[in-house]
């Protein structure tokens, strides 16, 4: 028997655990994450309103379902938790899939004003991660500013204008659903420092923002025109030349009144957050100017964009686990094939998947083959694996030091608790936002440590 633990249970992990089991009959995995709920980003990043990505959750379950795949939750590695040295004692190969978790920052004046949040902080509170501080992020905002076009600037932003009606049949966490409705942002101003043939928002996540109720699209048009690219895209890329037709159908769209106006701006980097008394009141912004090279150039003029909300949305990036190589500049663990290397050399029985392999881009089903290839190594490299005593299971060990994981019968408890809330708030399901509640919630799951039992009675 092979015992193989991945660390981390989002979809590099569960497709880890799923390669695992299709191709090797042999092999056992445990799924561990710091979290007492599985699915990662699919949980806690995902846009609640984007109920078919969502629905990718009953994928992932059928591999943590799988009779040779155990999920243990609530089990952090590293520092606080079980050292990685402790993983690879019990294990026979160790594969980490834990995601990039923290946000690049700007790096400028201001940045940490009260009023100004990391994309992250608003997404967890929003999606109810029990770390998240519910920290009244749209007290007294009537203006926002959201720095950067990707497709997560795209959600928040979404979720800044959407309205609370159509967010209730959703499972957002019922203290953001209440502060979301008793808000009162009419403004967010979209901005990103290139021009709008080089953003990284995708069309249908782009032309979604023209169907939210009683809100208007604004776009400048001699702005847009600054892209040479945007007066002509006939060399674009498909996907970079629709979304430049969707802003262009805007551009020549008659003004329309709304309740609500979302503002996609360009060619604009931001230099300061300004504030107003000892809160952020506003953006001060560069115009830039492409230098003919892809890139853009600064130009000295300024433009200032009053808001009372900023979110800072300009990328992901991977945080070192003690215990395992990180490149700093790439914000990733140094691999080759999925094999960890350190000081350049293979490091036995240890690998890597999803973004803190490869960085955080894709979407979900990019983790798959990216999982596969870390696979194909570790099972090409079983013949030479140090093997550990193969009855001795690595459980009863964690247990005998004092872990007590929230194993998938603990998880259908949460679900159910989930489930009872949202019947209680005359909604579906609603999540529990905090650790109390979930940890809790899964201490009610029947003898909670007999996943297999709890299996078969669930179903
Ligand atoms: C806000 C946001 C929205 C997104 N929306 C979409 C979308 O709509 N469509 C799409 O295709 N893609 C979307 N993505 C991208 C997608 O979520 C990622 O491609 C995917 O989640 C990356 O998978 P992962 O398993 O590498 O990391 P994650 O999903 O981050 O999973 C990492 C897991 O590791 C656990 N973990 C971390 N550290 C430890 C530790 N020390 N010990 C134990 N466990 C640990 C975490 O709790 C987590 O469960 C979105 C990303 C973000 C940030």
Request: glycine content about 12%; aromatic content about 6%; proline content about 7%.
């Amino acid at each position: 028997m092979l015992r193989v633990a991945v660390v981390g249970s989002g979809p590099s992990g569960c497709y880890t655990a799923q390669s695992l089991v299709q191709l090797s009959p042999g092999v056992h995995v445990d799924v561990l994450d710091r979290l007492p709920c599985p699915y990662g980003l699919v949980r806690y990043g995902v846009a609640p309103d984007h109920e078919k990505i969502k629905s990718l959750q009953s994928t992932l379950r059928t591999v943590l379902e799988h009779e040779r795949v155990r999920f243990l939750g609530g089990v952090p590695v590293g520092p606080g938790g079980v050292p990685t040295a402790r993983l690879r004692e019990l294990y026979d190969a160790v594969v980490y899939c834990v995601g990039a978790a923290t946000d690049r920052r700007l790096g400028i004046p201001g940045e940490d004003l009260p009023g100004s949040w990391s994309a992250t902080e608003f997404v967890s509170w929003y999606s109810a991660h029990p770390d998240a501080a519910d920290d009244g992020f749209l007290s007294g905002a009537r203006s926002a500013v959201v720095v950067g076009v990707g497709n997560v600037a795209v959600d928040v932003t979404r979720m800044l204008v959407r309205g609370a009606a159509e967010l209730r049949g959703t499972d957002m966490p019922q203290a953001a659903l209440d502060a979301l409705a008793a808000g009162r942002v009419t403004d967010v101003h979209m901005v990103g420092r290139r021009g709008p043939s080089q953003a990284r928002f995708t069309t249908k996540e782009l032309r979604e923002l023209g169907s939210l109720p009683d809100t208007a699209v604004v776009v400048d048009p001699a702005e847009l025109a600054l892209d040479p690219a945007y007066r002509d895209p006939s060399g674009l890329p498909a996907p970079q030349r629709r979304n430049v037709e969707v802003l262009r159908g805007w551009a020549e769209e008659p003004r329309r009144e709304a309740a609500r106006r979302i503002r996609l701006r360009f060619f604009l980097r931001p230099v300061e957050l300004l504030a107003d008394g000892a809160h952020v009141g506003a953006v001060r912004f560069e115009r830039t100017a492409p230098d003919g090279h892809g890139g853009v150039t600064g130009t000295g003029r300024h433009e200032e964009i009053g808001a009372e909300l900023v979110l800072r949305s300009v990328g992901y990036r991977g945080v070192p686990l003690e215990g395992l190589p990180f490149d700093d500049v790439t914000g990733t663990v140094p691999h080759r094939a999925g094999r960890v290397l350190r000081d350049g050399a293979v490091a036995p029985g240890e690998y890597v998947a999803g973004w803190i392999k490869r960085g955080p881009t894709g979407v979900i089903g990019t983790n798959r083959p990216c999982a596969k290839e870390t696979v194909a190594s570790l099972l090409a490299d079983v013949a030479a694996m140090e093997r550990r005593e193969a009855s001795a299971d690595p459980l009863d060990a964690l247990r005998a030091e004092g872990v007590e994981p929230v194993e998938w019968a603990g998880w259908r408890a949460i679900e159910r608790a989930e489930a009872e809330l949202g019947a209680s708030l005359g909604r579906s399901v609603v999540k529990l936002p905090d650790w109390v509640s979930l940890l809790a919630a899964a201490r009610t799951a029947d003898g909670g440590a007999d996943t297999a039992a709890a299996r078969t009675a669930d179903g």
